[in-house]
């Protein structure tokens, strides 16, 4: 049996041990009395009470409904037959970037920088092993190509636990203990693999490539080299006070978490703050990214944002509000420069919502309220999730994913179109039921 298969009467085992202590003690208890008849009245008692919580408590539990797998209800072996191991064998593109978010090349590349030998060198944290013992590789459910595809699949879906279980034959404990591991080894994998850095452009040369890339598309816009936004991300409700006043936000009305990210005309990542309480402004979040932008940038480039964050000394330019009229003096050829300037600023703006829409659109977890009770936890998927984008645009290649994956993504019909262009206006129950990745294995 795997390592990691913990039978499912454990429980139960647990209660009887619990029921046979106390019933040891009232026997040791009764010996010393030396009165027989009591003892043996006592002992009956005991016996027929301890023998009624019993059954009791089997038909609660039978009574109980179970929403949980066994091993009997799952494939025998999780690593032979599974709907894992056929996609795997495939080896096809397509069917790893709909699951995953990576292609086969770039799966690879992620197994054999790190992760593979990170998964076969520590052991798997559980109460009964050590944990600087020499793992047991045979008995493991999955080895480092399975764990790293099932952190994968939970990373790019938002199903539920159950379809994890049928995917890769694996119990509910396996999963989650699995999960945790699989996503602390790939959190410390991507920290030394190139392509996954999120680095700011400080080099003037950069720079120049970059604004020259936007002034390919907005002629005006001289020293842009990328843009700005924040992104409340949903967050389960604490039963703490603080924090649930923390983590509320008045405008949309909910529990959320706060972030910043900026991106480049590339694509990649320039900077991102994660994991602020929701309750904060953009511009509150974005401090640490006003501190690059003045002491880290040079002269004359800048982000462009929306007014949700003050414009700053030309390091930030934003688009005038709606109806807003020109500065008093200006001339009519003036006006006309200035309305066409801000238009290409509101134009480049909208790259940010693209950047975003990618990082929710691709990263399903993003779209189910996140772990509210461990703060590390939930820090370390946002970081994981920053990461894994960059990968996939210098690995994948953000053309390739827009326009081939994207439409594979967004589907042909209405239901998937929905999901793509209107999922924050829908219920959870039916983010989960339109899940791309779910959809996948179903038409296995």
């Not at 404990?173 to 920290?191: E, G, P």
């Not at 990263?363 to 461990?374: K, N, Y």
Request: glycine residues 6%; proline residues 5%; charged residues 25%.
């Amino acid at each position: 049996m795997p390592d990691s298969d913990v039978s499912d009467s454990s429980e139960s085992e647990d209660e009887e041990l619990l029921l046979s202590a106390a019933f040891m003690q009232m026997e040791e208890d009764i010996a010393i009395d030396g009165d027989y008849e009591a003892r043996r009245l006592r002992l009956a008692t005991t016996t027929f009470l301890l023998s009624g919580v019993k059954h009791v408590r089997r038909k609660r539990a039978a009574a109980r409904p179970r929403l949980y797998l066994r091993r009997s209800e799952l494939l025998p072996d999780p690593r032979n037959g599974t709907p894992w191991q056929q996609l795997y064998a495939s080896k096809n593109d397509r069917a790893f970037i709909t699951t995953m978010g990576v292609d086969v090349d770039t799966f690879h590349y992620l197994l054999f920088n790190g992760f593979a030998y990170r998964w076969n060198k520590r052991t798997i944290p559980r109460a009964d092993v050590r944990p600087h013992g020499i793992p047991r590789l045979g008995r493991r459910s999955l080895d480092a190509a399975g764990a790293l595809a099932l952190v994968l699949h939970w990373l790019n879906s938002t199903m539920r636990e159950v379809s994890l279980c049928q995917i890769f034959a694996l119990i509910p404990s396996t999963v989650n203990r699995y999960l945790d591991n699989a996503l602390d080894i790939l959190d410390r994998t991507l920290l030394h693999i190139p392509e996954a850095e999120i680095t700011w452009p400080e080099d003037e040369e950069v720079l120049a490539e970059l604004t020259e890339i936007v002034q390919m598309r907005h002629g005006r816009l001289h020293g842009a080299f990328g843009v700005v936004d924040g992104l409340n991300l949903p967050v389960q409700v604490s039963e703490d006070e603080d924090l649930e006043n923390a983590t509320y936000n008045g405008w949309l009305h909910g529990h959320f978490i706060s972030n910043v990210f900026s991106f480049s005309p590339k694509g990649s990542i320039l900077h991102c703050t994660l994991n602020a309480p929701g309750s904060w402004h953009d511009s509150r979040v974005a401090r640490l990214l006003y501190e690059k932008l003045r002491t880290r940038t040079p002269p004359g480039y800048y982000l462009v944002a929306d007014t949700a964050f003050p414009a700053m000394q030309d390091r930030i330019r934003t688009p005038p509000k709606q109806n807003a009229r020109p500065p008093a003096g200006m001339n009519a050829t003036q006006t006309a420069e200035w309305n066409a300037f801000n238009r290409e600023l509101l134009s480049f703006r909208q790259a940010a919502e693209w950047g975003m829409r990618e990082l929710q659109g691709s990263f399903g977890r993003l779209r189910i309220p996140l772990p509210i009770a461990d703060k590390h936890r939930r820090l370390k998927l946002l970081t994981v999730v920053a990461r894994m984008h960059q990968i996939r645009v210098h690995r994948v290649g953000i053309s390739q994913i827009r326009n081939v994956y994207v439409p594979l993504w967004r589907g042909e019909t209405d239901e998937l179109e929905q999901v793509w262009l209107h999922w924050e206006d829908m219920l959870f129950k039916d983010v989960r039921r339109l899940d791309r990745v779910s959809r996948f294995h179903r038409s296995q």
